[in-house]
Structures are given as structure tokens and as C-alpha cells.
């Protein structure tokens, strides 16, 4: 398909009137066209008009339809083939091996979301049912399901111009708990947005459902995305980017008549302790892991370490020696658009002037102009004890490391573990003789943190059932949940309990013969199903 | 045990040196004494660390102790036996029946969520195993668990002084996820909270539980439980009562550096939509259930119907004379507080106030000052669409009946309908011939409400596995979860990922032979687990 600049609302292919957006090849900043013109507060409320007249039958929608709509979604996006990594390598300045991981990751994401549709656990069924002889009261028939709660407004992530974006992780969430989507566009990925965009309006086409299913807006500054969260119709909102974009975001849907949940992936400078065994394990492995985990990328992974821990010593002085001789050879790479090119810029500058905060390496400048030099940066943890401010995250390659005091057994290492701010990930990683200090930072670090790891590095996230992308905040806005792996279903649902309702009034995911084959509770006991003789649990 | 007006701050037993609170007999206004002293910012503070102390062994404690305490606070509760219930009666003014029955409820609740704990369903533990051959990536060993969040605020509800206050559900919930439980006592029941903070701090001790497990504050105005929202040690709130209480906590903790969550159950005015079948089915017998529903506990419920929702004729003018004559005939009873008394006039003067209101029947006076009277009003749909006003609560023995146009088939019974505010509850009567117009309802209301019933009414809430006790906004603050009910668990918790932690490091909650023996999902299939052969599922 060729790109037409139009937005979708719903099966409506319309051209926002507003100030006209332009696609920029990060790399030169020339245009790759075409023109995405800005929707006005009429075409926001237009498509959460679709989005709430479709949230009824979707709501309804059996898990095997729905399910079967989200692997359509995943054959649309195949469909687009080299025409959607071309764009998105255009618009990203990432390379063409990694986006086209990222359609596998997306791809892969439907469909797993898919899967957990017809597993239907996520719909939470209870059934308690009727004792009419109880003294002294009878016990009336109780049945309780997660119910899609309708209208949800999606934001793309620059990041992930494929997984976290128009068909990305909140999408596929939303979609799968049943509820309509409407998605803001990233500003940096116009044309791939488009793309998907129209990947999702075909499969809605395909699958028979509501047109306000899925609509895309674009949109110049943060109005539009204002007046959605604020529209009446949304009921949740999914968010990936900066914590002055999310906690404004917060604010709004605070501020509404009737306040409604903002799931907000924020900042995170995942936090890795390195301790004194694991420093003892060569550092040139040590070195190479970090950096590679850190200039992943340019640095732009949500969950890049950006803090390291460690005591100071020997050892560590060998690995920082390591690590900055590979970072101060390692050639800057493009950074996703001129903004978050110039961001990176101001917070590493500040680092770099903020007393007590040595610069131990800088990497090489990249190719073009919006390339972002990988930096490392290390300051002793009674300075970063005292300044909050050095938790706050640089988005792209830089690095901090908290040198502690040797003294009272790592004693320092866990009073820096205790003054962490939330975070997506910390990583511990141990060798012989540090099995105490990991066992006193682990339940430390788990109140800290959505995801937990040891002797590992905290990029890439796995999309499964166990995944937690997620943390308190700042890290979310909210930290009761995840937006990536399977249980972020349930950020879009919310229990209803049906009391007495007639059999052939109740729907069919609490009728007695379990039509969906889902997952239940009955008098609290987990039923086990069969499915053609298969067991379901 | 002789009342001390004491607070309790772990295993201490403060008095607070703030203005002085004194326990009153609704009935006379006279002073049941002894004084109890408000808290001060420091006790509000001692009380907070205190729990912040006690978290981390508390949330590492196996099930099947923290089963055993809340079964102890239960027995405990029970040991104190008839000085409970002449307490509570004396300070509520509520019949001694109902509280003896309120007094089991609560040690049902408890052990309940004992049995609840030990289930460990809520404890969402699934494994994706490490495949360590995958291509192009290893997938690495993922563990997932839902985790106490830490020290938790509970406000004790005016109208349920046991089962929704001290050691009620917010407690129970909370004690149950792990997390540890500062009360702020409500005033209308100060002596009862002593009595329910002595047998709650006797079990912590009885159970070796950290001091800090329980604390018991008192405090005149609004600050000290604004202070406890307020402190950063806290990390999440429960409350029960009006909508101005709840949304200004809602504000607190939203303005806090480290926002948190809050789940306040407000306001609720419980439509009953009577189809026309169901008004055919003789008046008198319809009469007697909704004035039994309106007035038990002097209207004093959340669930209370206050809105009744008919279309007009004369099977409605029938039911509402059989109604009207009813409630005049029914004495007023006492109200809790002198000022929920003086609200609960307000509100019922504002109403019969308002245009297009008239008024149907108004009960007779009470014994005693402070008896509410019962009332009913009827508005026209029309009126009732164009004012939202009308859809605030008045907290007593007042309903309202719409009466709406019969033209198009009950159309006018679906508008009102979609343009209900968030309930708690929401209740169809039907019968011979409505079953078209109940089924155009029902996907309506489930939108609207927590719970929807059919041929029933709203009061008696069920503690069981299936309640939902909570509904969009403004019937709470969070319509994603319960207060009622063993779901109510979930508030209290947040999902952590462990990734490749090393078997020796692992929560045992987590290890691969399950010794807690919790419910799993693995690879995302749900075990079949036996414990000493009895299948768990």
C-alpha cells in the first residue's frame, strides 16, 4: 500500500486538518513523507464515539472470535512484509535485523495474546452457588467475571515503533480483555503507524467486527493526546515514554469527573549490583556484557542499565577499565528523532556537572549527526545517597556507578538497594562468597522492582505469562500491573458479580455447561475442566 | 478488658495527647466515656515505621501461618464475647441482633481469608521454564508471584462498626495479602474499635507476629487521617464512607511524591428497575420487600435501594400506595451519629426541594432525637435525565421512584439506564413478558454497577468467593476490585518476576517443589496439584 497521510477512524480513512506532521529519516532529517495532518478535538471525539458504540459487541465478542481477530491482526502485519521494516528503519534509525525482530515480537505478541483469550482464565470466574436451606440466611446464586471495561486509549512508544506501538503491547491487551482502541501515533514512526494502522482496520474488516473497534489519530503536541484521555468514553489508558509525559497523562485522567486508570511505563535507570564475586570473574566478560546491554539499541531499552552498584576496590577498578575501554571505542549510534537526541544531550550534561559525578568514559561520535555518545559516569554512593536527582534516567547509553564503601560486609550496598526509587528491573549478579549479600538484597530489591534478575543484564524482555514489565513508581504510574506479557490483560477488565440471574438471561461465560470452556471457581474450588479429553488445567 | 481510651502502636498502648474524643449514645447524646485522646503527627509517624518494620517478615511469612493469625484475631474477637456486643450497641444504636450477627460476619470474614491464604490462588505464581536451546534467543528461567505492597491505611466504616471497621474486610484483605494494617479508628465507635485493636493486637502477639503488624489511632478532624494517607511508609488505603471523605484521600494520595493507590468505597444509590411484569405480581408483597430493603438499619447501607427505576401506570401508582402507606406507618430509628442525622436531612430536604420532586410518603418519628424518618420521593424520567444531582446518595432511608413513559416499549427505562452514575449494585425485578427488556438492560447495567441482581434486593451482602462489592466511579474510587469478599485479597498485592534466580535464593513460594503447595500456571498451563491425594483444583 502507499502511503496517504490519513488517519483511521474506525473504516474512515480521514486527513487531520491540524498543523501538518513530517516523517524525518533521524539519520539526515530530510523528509520521507507524507504529510500526517494533525486531527482536531472533533476527530478525537469522533473516533471515541466509534470506540464506544463497538464497546458493547466487542465486550461480548466469544474468546475464540476475539482470539481469531488478534492472529488476523498478526497475518495483516506479516502481509505488509519488506514494505513495513523498510519504513520502520527509515523512521527509526534502527537497523533493518532488529526491526525485523520487532515484527516477530509483534506478531508473536498477538498471538500469544490470542492463545491466553482462549485459555480464559483472565475472565476470572467464580460461581458460588445458591444454598437456599443456609440458616439463617440462604446463600443466593453468585457468579462473578472480569468484564472489559470499554474504550481504551493507546500511546505509541517511540522505542518500539513495531511491539509497543499501534498493534503493540497495550493494543493487544486491550483487544484481547475485549475493549476498542484508540491509538495516538507516535510523531517518530508516522509511516510505520500508518502501516499498522492499516493492518488492524483490515483485520477489524475481515473479522466482522465493529468499525470503532480500532481508530489511529496523529497528532502535533500533547493536545490531542489531552483531549482523548480526557474524553468522557475512554475508560483506561496504555502509555509508554517519559515521566513528564505520563505523569501529565496521570493528572488529566485524575482530573476528570470520573477519574479513570493511566497505565504509565515511565523511566527506570535499572539498577545492576555487582558483587564482589561477580567482579572477581574476569572483567573483560563482565565489560563486554554491560556494554553491550547498555548501547543496545542507542541505549533507548526501557530497561538499559543505567545505574550500576558495586563495591570499590581492585576489582571493580579493573572491570571500569574494561568497560570504559570498550565504551570510549564503541561509535555513537542514531538516536530515534532530534528530541530525544537532545534530551539525552542536556541529562548527561547535567551528570557531567553535578559535583561528585566523575566522567570515566565517552564513546566515539557516530556517523551522523543525531548519533548519541555512549557515556560512563561513576560517583560514591554517600554523594548518590544524598542526591535523588541521580536516579532520574538519561534515556540512551549513558551509565552511572555507585562505588561503596567496602566497610561493614556490603553494609552500603544495601542502604543504596533501600533508597532506590521504583524501577522496571535490578539485577544482582554474584559469584562465590556472595550468597548472604544477595540473600539480604533480595527482598529488598523485590519492593523496589517489577522484575527481578541474577547474572544477567536487564535488556530484553520476554513476552510469556511470567513477565513482568512493570515496577512502582516512577517507574509506572501504576505498579500493580504489567504491559508486557500476559497478565497485562487484566489492566482492562474489571469484576461484576451476577446474583440470581436467570439462566437464560446470564452470559454465556457463567452459564452452568461453561460454553467457553473457561477456567473456574466453583464454591472456591478450581474446577478441572476437559476439553475433547484434553485437560484444560 | 476495661476501656482505656489508649491507642494502640504495636504491642504499646498509647494515649493520645490531642483534643479529646469523647464516645456518645446516639440515642441520648449522652457520654459513654472513657475519653479517647486524638493522635498526634508523631504517633501517626511511630505508627507508620512501626508497620514499615513489620512488613518484610510479614510478607515472607508461609500461608499457613498467616492463616493461623487471622484465625486467632478471629477467636480473640469471639473471647470477648457480650462486653462486644453491649458496646457496639451502645455506641451505634443499632439493635443488639443485628450486631451479634455483625460480630459473626466478621470472624467468618477472617476466617475466611484464612481459608483463602491458604488456597494461594491469590498468590498468581506462574513458571515459564528456561529454554536454554531456543532459537534465535534462550529463553531464561521467569517466575512470577503477586507480593504484599507493604503497610496499608484502613479507615473504619460509621455503619458496619465490626464487620467493615477494626478487624473488617479492609483489615482482613490486607492482613491476609501480608501487609501490615494501621486502623484510624472510626469516632462513632471508639470504645467498640478498642475492644476489636485489644483482641487484633493480642493475636499479633499470641502468633509472634512483628508488633508493628497492627496499630489503632484516634483522631478528631480530618488530619490524622490525612497524615497517615500522607506518609510515605504507606502503601495503600481502604476506606469506607461519604463521597466528600473518599475523594479528598483520593486527592492526598494522588499529590504525594510517590502516588498510591486508593480504594474508598463512597456512595451508592442501588437502582431497582421494577419491569412491568414484576409490578403486576401484587403490590403488597412488592411493598414489603423494597421498604424491608430501605430501612433495615435505619437506610444506613451501601447498598441500600435509593432509586427506584418503573415505568408508569396504574400497576406502579398500586405498588407505590402499598409502599407510601407502609412507610408512613414505620417508626424512624436511630441514626448512627447526630451527624449523619443532620446530612441525612439535609440531603432529603434538598430533594424534596427540588423541581418536578414530589413527595409520596414520609415515615413517623422515632423514639428519640436522633431517629431518622423514612421517605419517598417519585421525579419524572424526563426531570431525572436533565438533573445528575438527583443521583446523589442521601445516606438514610430515602429513595426516589422515576417514573418513566411507557411509550416504545420500555426505551425510557434503557436511557436511564445508561445515564446511571457508577453503582455498587444495580437490580431487575421481572417477570411474565420482560424478559426482552431485562436482557436490553443487563449489558447496560453491568457497565454501571459491581454487582446486578435479579428479583431480589440490593441489601445482604454475601461474603464469599464471587462478591464484587465496588462499581465504577463515584461508587468507588476504583472500579477494578471488590471490598467484599476473598478478591478484595488482590488490592493488597503487586506482580514481581524473578528471573533466573538461583534455586538456594528463590521465595519459597517459588521453588520448583512447591512447598506451599500454590496453585501454578506453568508454561502457562494451569497444574493439577494434590496435596495428601485430595485434588487442589
Known amino acids: 500500500m502507499s502511503l496517504t497521510g490519513a488517519m483511521f477512524l474506525g473504516s474512515e480513512r480521514r486527513t ?3 498543523p501538518a506532521l513530517d516523517p524525518l529519516d533521524p539519520r539526515t532529517g530530510a523528509s520521507l513523507g507524507p504529510a500526517y495532518g494533525s486531527a482536531a478535538a472533533s476527530d478525537v471525539a469522533d473516533a471515541c464515539l466509534l470506540a464506544d458504540r463497538a464497546a458493547p459487541a466487542l465486550r461480548a465478542t466469544p474468546p475464540d472470535r476475539r482470539a481469531a481477530f488478534l492472529e488476523r491482526v498478526a497475518d495483516r502485519i506479516e502481509e505488509l512484509g519488506s514494505a513495513l521494516v523498510e519504513r520502520a528503519v527509515a523512521e527509526s534509525g534502527l537497523p533493518a535485523g532488529r526491526i525485523s525482530g520487532e515484527v516477530g515480537r509483534t506478531t508473536g505478541q498477538l498471538r500469544l495474546f490470542a492463545a491466553e483469550v482462549r485459555d480464559g482464565g483472565w475472565a476470572g470466574v467464580r460461581i458460588d452457588r445458591a444454598l437456599p436451606d443456609r440458616s439463617p440466611q440462604p446463600r443466593p446464586d453468585l457468579r462473578q467475571r472480569q468484564l472489559a471495561v470499554g474504550p481504551v486509549a493507546v500511546f505509541g512508544a517511540s522505542n518500539f515503533p513495531l511491539a509497543f506501538s499501534v498493534a503493540g503491547g497495550d493494543t493487544a491487551a486491550a483487544l484481547a480483555a475485549g475493549c476498542p482502541v484508540v491509538v495516538k501515533g507516535h510523531n517518530a514512526h508516522l509511516g510505520t503507524s500508518e502501516l499498522v494502522g492499516s493492518a488492524v482496520a483490515a483485520a477489524v474488516r475481515d473479522s466482522g467486527l465493529p468499525e470503532g473497534t480500532f481508530s489511529l489519530l496523529f497528532g502535533a503536541g500533547n493536545e490531542i493526546g489531552q483531549a482523548l484521555v480526557a474524553d468522557p468514553r475512554i475508560q483506561a489508558v496504555g502509555f509508554t515514554g517519559s515521566r513528564a509525559g505520563g505523569t501529565a497523562l496521570m493528572r488529566t485522567a485524575a482530573a476528570r469527573p470520573r477519574p479513570i486508570p493511566v497505565y504509565a511505563e515511565m523511566s527506570s535507570v535499572n539498577p545492576v549490583f555487582l558483587l564482589p564475586g561477580a567482579l572477581r570473574d574476569g572483567p573483560d566478560r563482565l565489560a563486554e556484557g554491560f556494554t553491550g546491554s547498555l548501547t543496545l539499541g542507542a541505549g533507548q531499552f526501557c530497561t538499559n542499565p543505567g545505574l550500576l552498584v558495586a563495591v570499590g576496590g581492585p576489582d571493580l577498578d579493573a572491570f571500569l577499565a574494561a ?8 561509535a555513537g549510534q542514531t538516536m530515534l528523532t532530534r528530541g530525544i537526541r537532545d534530551a539525552y544531550e542536556r541529562s548527561t550534561g547535567q551528570l557531567a556537572g553535578t559535583e561528585g559525578v566523575r566522567e570515566l568514559a565517552s ?3 557516530g556517523e551522523d549527526g543525531n548519533a548519541g555518545t555512549a557515556r560512563l559516569f561513576a560517583v560514591d554512593a554517600e554523594v548518590f545517597l544524598r542526591r535523588p536527582e541521580l536516579q532520574e534516567e538519561a534515556f540512551g547509553a549513558a551509565a552511572t556507578v555507585v562505588v561503596c564503601d567496602g ?7 544495601v542502604q543504596v538497594a533501600r533508597a532506590l526509587h521504583g524501577q522496571l528491573t535490578a539485577t544482582v549478579r554474584h559469584g562465590p562468597g556472595d550468597r548472604d549479600t544477595a540473600a539480604e538484597l533480595l527482598p529488598v530489591l523485590e519492593t523496589r522492582a517489577g522484575r527481578l534478575l541474577f547474572d544477567g543484564w536487564p535488556t530484553g524482555v520476554e513476552v510469556g505469562h511470567a513477565m513482568v514489565h512493570g515496577g512502582p513508581y516512577p517507574a509506572t504510574s501504576d505498579g500493580r500491573t504489567t504491559s508486557v506479557g500476559t497478565l497485562a490483560v487484566q489492566r ?3 469484576p461484576v458479580c451476577y446474583q440470581s440471574v436467570p439462566a437464560d438471561l446470564l452470559p454465556a461465560a457463567l452459564a452452568d455447561d461453561n460454553p467457553y470452556g473457561l477456567p473456574r471457581r466453583l464454591d472456591g ?4 475442566v476437559r476439553d475433547g479429553g484434553r485437560p484444560r488445567e
Open 16 to 18: 487531520g486538518q491540524g
Open 323 to 330: 568497560a570504559a575501554a570498550r565504551l570510549s571505542a564503541t
Open 363 to 365: 564513546g566515539k561520535p
Open 407 to 413: 566497610r561493614g560486609g556490603g553494609e552500603q550496598l
Open 492 to 494: 482492562f477488565l474489571r
Open 525 to 528: 474450588v478450581r474446577e478441572v
